[in-house]
T-cell receptor
Framework: DAKTTQPPSMDCAEGRAANLPCNHS???????VYWYRQIHSQGPQYIIH???NNETNEMASLIITEDRKSSTLILPHATLRDTAVYYC???????????FGAGTTVTVRA | NAGVTQTPKFQVLKTGQSMTLQCAQD?????MYWYRQDPGMGLRLIYY???????DKGEVPNGYNVSRLNKREFSLRLESAAPSQTSVYFC????????????FGPGTRLTVL
């Protein structure tokens, strides 16, 4: 069974914030939430990760609900170059493996 | 730094042929990975090497072998290619298990006829 559930696709207007949801209702206490993205035909790129606190870096913000059953990746000012497939991944601390689902295809429109 | 490099970029094989996909990283990372990505799907882990001298099976190891040649290089071998192995193959590396960011190569696009 998939550990995360994401909408298959979403559109976003250039310059606006993009809010990407992810459900992970069976997450365990020692599992982190990771976000990667894959721009067409390229290898995936790490964006951000978190355990229970909200996180922000130069690329995005990650908001995790208090019960940790869902999270939202926020791209504050989407650009055309943010068009990509975004993967939400749950990973146990100390586990070498990442398990990628189908992700959300985000299309940023001018 | 070149990061993670993969060769070749494209390859066409006939059923039953063998080939080796090469991956190298210049970031002094301890762990390396091989994934495959079929059209419209996410990546699936084939094999990984937690550190030099060790390799372990991932989710879809059948039909593949790997070699961690040294700390920099991790190769993936198809001994007898099948059409079901038509895919894009990505190599990745990470400094170690306590680090969070996997760095991916550009991929090898393999077609088996």
């Amino acid at each position: 069974d998939a550990k995360t559930t994401q909408p298959p696709s979403m559109d976003c207007a250039e310059g606006r914030a993009a809010n990407l949801p992810c459900n992970h209702s069976t997450i365990s206490g020692n599992e982190y939430v990771y976000w990667y993205r894959q721009i067409h035909s390229q290898g995936p790129q790490y964006i951000i990760h978190g355990l229970k606190n909200n996180e922000t870096n130069e690329m995005a913000s990650l908001i995790i609900t208090e019960d940790r059953k869902s999270s939202t990746l926020i791209l504050p000012h989407a650009t055309l170059r943010d068009t990509a497939v975004y993967y939400c991944i749950v990973r146990v601390a100390g586990d070498y493996k990442l398990s990628f689902g189908a992700g959300t295809t985000v299309t940023v429109r001018a | 730094n070149a990061g993670v490099t993969q060769t070749p970029k494209f390859q066409v094989l006939k059923t039953g042929q063998s080939m080796t996909l090469q991956c190298a990283q210049d970031m002094n990372h301890n762990s390396m990975y091989w994934y495959r990505q079929d059209p419209g799907m996410g990546l699936r882990l084939i094999y990984y090497s937690a550190s030099e001298g060790t390799t372990d099976k991932g989710e879809v190891p059948n039909g593949y072998n790997v070699s961690r040649l040294n700390k920099r290089e991790f190769s993936l071998r198809l001994e007898s290619a099948a059409p079901s192995q038509t895919s894009v193959y990505f190599c990745a590396s990470v400094r170690g298990v306590s680090y969070n960011e996997q760095f991916f190569g550009p991929g090898t696009r393999l077609t088996v006829l």
